[in-house]
């Protein structure tokens, strides 16, 4: 009875073995495949940028466990273990590794979103447009459009009310009204439609140039210490890059997010070594460092299992981050594509607030275009409100 339950204990340490061996060898497989597929990403090297002052594959976690004597009888059933550890130390760095590659993808994304603004690049053409569908330029009127088409119209139906209004209705007030609105709405219009290239690009350096002071602000409130340093859209990826890869990385190899405290040597020195050169042995050397110097058990089987619990957290957390994150650039997008709609649509607005019925049409429309550009502004404070809190969690 007692050969029976040990040729059975024997078979299940058998089976756990061959599974973790081939947990091993797919997670390996899979390793391969996303070392080219970072290729895809932004990998350029900047020291002036946090982000980008490492390669990004020099964020992966470190793992090491001395296997020399497993060879023996008597550390068969240890060397079993270390493997199953092992398995969940891969398992772990997957998470990881694609964690690294979303937070570095939804970075590159916000960058190229703040630095696309087409609305500059086609302020004139824009401008165009809009004094092509009125019909209205810097020397007078053309032949074709809004204006020269209706204005003969318009004219009549407020000549019309005005006559009605005041004569008729003897209501000389409303008439004066709307005869004062139909000037000073036809003058405004004209000359905001003469100037409408330069207007438009006015207004677009208004909302730029306050939406760079916000992230100017944004970088001082998230990074006191490099304000002055980084400043732009790179500050807003600094601070994200700061919340998604650098702290959690930081907590899963030393057990702390405050660089200060852990000693900034330490850091640069794991972080500053490829874990790809000399066949990996250079990382290595760096990890026993932290082993025998420093009693770093992170990076032991003691904290497999915490390390693995933290990254699934840290990946959905960082999902979490990267779908707000996505959803506010796509806005900033939005608005900047609704603002050339509404551009576009303005001189018939215009048109119509001549007429007295339609007299708060244009202010209206002047009120919808502006806002729709400051859009930018308010997208900006959202995103540092975004950041702020995500940076907190970590306080």
Known sequence: MTQCCNTQKVKRIAITAFIMVVMAFVFCNLFTVQAHAAGLLDETIDTAHEFSRYPIDNYQLDFYVDSSWDWLPWNWM???????????????????????????????????????????????????????????????????????????????????????????????????????????????????????????????????????????????????????ENTGVSAIRDCLFGIQVKQPWLIMQFGDSDVENIGEERVNSLLGTSPDENRGKDREEVVKTELEDYDNGNLTVTEVTSRFGLSVFFLIFNLIVSAFAIMLTGSMLLSQILFIISAMFLPVSLLISMIP????????????????????????LLTTFVLVLSSLAYT
């Open 78 to 228: 240890d060397g079993i273990g270390k493997t199953a550890q092992y398995a969940i130390y891969l398992f772990t760095n997957f998470l990881w590794t694609l964690n690294l590659y979303i937070s570095n993808a939804v970075g590159y994304l916000i960058q190229q979103a703040y630095d696309l603004d087409f609305i500059s690049s086609a302020a004139s053409e824009i401008g165009k447009n809009i004094q092509l569908i009125a019909g209205v330029s810097a020397s007078g009127f053309d032949s074709t459009g809004l204006f020269p088409g209706m204005m003969a119209i318009v004219t009549l139906l407020v000549g019309v009310y005005c006559t009605y209004a005041g004569l008729i209705k003897r209501e000389t007030t409303k008439a004066f009204h709307a005869a004062l609105n139909f000037v000073v709405v036809f003058v405004v219009s004209v000359g905001l439609i003469a100037y409408a290239p330069s207007a438009i690009t006015g207004v677009n350096e208004l909302s730029s140039d306050i939406s760079n002071g916000i992230v100017n602000v944004s970088a001082k409130i998230l990074a006191p210490d490099a304000a002055g």
């Open 357 to 380: 019925a339609f007299s708060g049409t244009s202010r209206r429309a002047v009120i919808s275009l502006f806002n729709t550009i400051m859009l930018r502004v308010g997208t900006t």
